[in-house]
């Protein structure tokens, strides 16, 4: 085994959103720090195939649908609209390429190594790089875990990336298939069920819960699942997958219904979108002790640091929600605080946003945990249908939700369904950062017209002085 001269500050291991902002971050703040990544690329799942492939698919399957649909009422008609997948698949693949070489030029204007392999931890200042059949012992004072997560399984749908697939699989269809089926209406769910669906596949959604979206605030749901429904999305809660039989390339799903009922159904792809797990596989955390949780997440202290001192972690690693923003915020904190800076991140203040048409985005409580938790809260609520600007671009089938304190009027979340609501959601969240009222979001001036304005809309509605 050979073993790298140069010893590290720090040994960052992944690079996603967590790992390579970090190492970016760290380098910056002075220390000598390397990154290890087994895949050919850098950028991890959110760059490769997950968050960038799959906005770059929605948007170019929307504009399909738009001319195929959407136009006439504006006037423009369209003729003869085709299809070219393999074009917007090569568009996909270029803008993919573009942002990972992207993370490439940093690292080198920042003088970050990057270390092609995979990590094993042999002690915690020495961890072992496997690429192919060179192996290399590498030194650092400071690790840093930031191995991300990966789509959970189910027994009785074996992923072959053929006929039944994950994300991955699901992102990169040759041709459009006939009927799709969905497993789990979550996030990935909605959003690759969306895209095949604008394309021309039947899909049918089976989502094992009663409802969609899992801890999205049920009303809002509820719209999201009228809306999608409309669009041509076959959404069916409460249906338990049992079996999958594979028949001449065409899959035989049976599943339980909320009746209890045994139904089929055919398809010729199956997308399996039911959450995803931490990823420490082969990483030898459990082999040094490094205390996991019952989800078999790394638990760490409020440095990020795990049960083994001078090793951290962050990202879909740890405890919180598995996004992208979330883990790179960790990342900047987590080197910061080595640095010495009082860095932190405000889990109460993580925005989410399912890029569906329309989007679907909330910051802090649901008004079901609220409830569940006894919270005493005021609530209103506006819709996009009296908003000037939401007719102008046709897009007035939406609702936004805020949710406040009675007695101080703080925000405690706010939760949308309606056109850029993944955009609106921000003005939310920094106003929450600063510990903001909803009679300031009522005061704050916002431009008309504006999309923003159902925010300010529904401020005044929950003080009682909506214009509605
Ligand atoms: P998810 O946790 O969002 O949704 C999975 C769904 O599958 C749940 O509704 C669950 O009830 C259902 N389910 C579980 N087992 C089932 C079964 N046997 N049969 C039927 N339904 C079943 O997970 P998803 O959509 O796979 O996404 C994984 C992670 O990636 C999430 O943490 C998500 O936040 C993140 N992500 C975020 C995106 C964004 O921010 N726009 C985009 C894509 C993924």
Redo the contacts with the bound molecule.
């Keep these: 085994m050979s073993q790298d001269s140069a010893s590290y500050d720090l040994l960052v291991i992944g690079a996603g959103p967590a790992g390579y902002v970090a190492a970016i971050r760290a380098a910056q703040l002075g220390m000598k720090t390397a990154c290890v990544e087994k895949e050919v690329t850098l950028g991890g799942t959110c760059l490769n195939v997950?968050?960038i492939p799959?906005k770059a698919l929605l948007e170019s399957s929307e504009h399909y649908a738009r001319a195929l649909h959407g136009l006439e009422a504006h006037g423009v008609m369209v003729s003869e609209v085709k299809l070219d997948l393999e074009r917007m698949m090569s568009r996909k693949a270029t803008i993919v390429k573009q942002l990972c070489s992207g993370i490439e030029f940093l690292f080198k204007k920042n003088k970050v190594t990057w270390l092609r392999g995979s990590a094993r931890l042999r002690s915690a200042g020495e961890v072992e790089i496997r690429n192919g059949e060179e192996r290399q012992l590498v030194r650092a004072s400071k690790l840093l875990i930031a191995t991300g997560?990966v789509?959970?399984t189910?027994a009785?749908l074996p992923i072959d990336q053929e006929t039944i697939v994950d994300?991955t699989g699901a992102l990169s269809f040759e041709t459009v298939p006939p009927r799709l089926v969905v497993?789990?209406?979550?996030?990935?769910?909605?959003?690759l069920g969306s895209v095949w669906a604008r394309l021309g596949s039947k899909v049918t959604v089976?989502?094992?819960?009663p409802k969609?979206?899992?801890n999205v605030d049920s009303e809002i749901a509820r719209h999201a699942q009228r809306i999608l429904k409309k669009q041509g999305l076959d959404i069916r809660t409460q249906?338990?997958?049992e079996s999958v039989e594979l028949r001449d390339g065409v899959a035989l799903l049976a599943?339980q219904d909320a009746k209890s009922l045994r139904q089929e159904l055919e398809a010729e792809k199956v997308l399996v979108?039911?959450?995803?797990r931490p990823y420490v596989d082969g990483l030898g955390v459990k082999e040094l002790g490094i205390t996991l949780d019952e989800r078999a997440r790394i638990v760490v202290d409020s440095n990020y640091q795990t049960s083994l001192p001078n090793v951290f972690a962050v990202g879909?690693v740890i405890a919180g929600?598995?996004?992208?923003h979330k883990a790179e915020a960790e990342g900047v904190a987590c080197v910061e605080r080595m640095a010495g800076i009082a860095a932190s991140v405000n889990l109460g203040a993580i925005p989410?946003?399912?890029?569906t048409s329309p989007e679907v985005a909330g910051v802090g409580e649901s008004e079901d945990e609220l409830q569940a938790r006894g919270q005493p809260f005021r609530k209103s609520t506006a819709a996009f249908v009296a908003n000037g600007r939401a007719k102008a671009i046709a897009a007035t089938d939406g609702v936004l939700k805020l949710l406040a304190d009675p007695e101080s009027d703080r925000i405690l979340g706010c939760h949308i369904v309606g056109a850029h609501a993944g955009d609106l959601i921000a003005e939310v969240v920094v106003a929450m950062e600063f510990g903001g009222t909803v009679e300031d979001l009522g005061r704050t001036c916002h431009a008309h017209p504006s999309l923003s304005e159902v925010i300010k809309e529904a401020a005044h509605a929950l003080h009682g002085h909506g214009l509605s």
């Design positions: 997950g968050c799959s997560s789509p959970q189910l009785a994300s497993v789990g209406a979550g996030v990935i769910g909605l959003e089976l989502e094992a819960m969609i979206l899992g249906a338990k997958v599943y979108a039911i959450g995803r879909d929600p598995m996004l992208a989410y946003v399912a890029y």
